[in-house]
């Protein structure tokens, strides 16, 4: 018998997301429709023996309405617990995403030496690309070295939207987290 991972869709205003609870943590909010779906639905549901069971959490309905505190404006910092599905070395990446501050970006040469590990750049964009935990884990912030915006599962119209926001509050006052 396996375990659920409760999921919810959510059309956010820059695209539609996935969003799963597993044993009151986020373990998913993830674009709907990227390349890389199933794959990431398989690694998740194989980690966790679990299933998916469409349905609303009180965890899912927090991590909605911080999701659009931020596309608001209203919000820099997630407060919601999160469970990182993946390798020892994606979750390392991913924790490193979790340290770039807000309304910052960094290529991925700079994540790699961060990291202490400089020849291992294309190894950490192919994590990044594996993120499951999308805006949360704000792999948005890492960029081209030349400065360019690359690739990112919601698309670059999406992350720039992100970097946009992330950009214009900093204008912003009163802004919780």
Not at 150 to 157: D, E, F, H, I, P
Request: hydrophobic fraction near 35%.
């Amino acid at each position: 018998m396996s375990d659920i991972i409760t999921i919810k869709y959510f059309k956010s205003p820059i695209g539609e997301l996935i969003i799963g609870d597993y044993k009151s943590q986020i373990c998913l909010c993830d674009w709907r429709y990227r390349k890389l779906r199933d794959k990431i639905d398989s690694r998740i549901k194989s980690e966790l023996n679990a299933q998916y069971l469409e349905g609303s959490t009180q965890v899912i309905d927090e991590c909605i309405s911080q999701i659009q505190e931020y596309l608001s404006y209203k919000r820099k910092k997630f407060t919601i617990p999160i469970l990182l599905i993946g390798t020892p070395f994606q979750k390392e990446v991913w924790n490193s995403l979790l340290e770039i501050p807000f309304g910052k970006t960094i290529s991925y040469k700079k994540q790699a030496q961060n990291l202490n590990k400089e020849k291992a750049v294309r190894a950490i964009a192919s994590a990044n690309g594996l993120n499951a935990i999308s805006i949360i884990v704000p792999c948005h912030r890492v960029i081209g070295s030349d400065g360019n915006l690359t690739g990112y599962a919601g698309g670059l119209s999406a992350k720039k939207k992100l970097l946009d926001i992330e950009n214009d509050l900093f204008v912003q006052e009163g802004i919780n987290g």
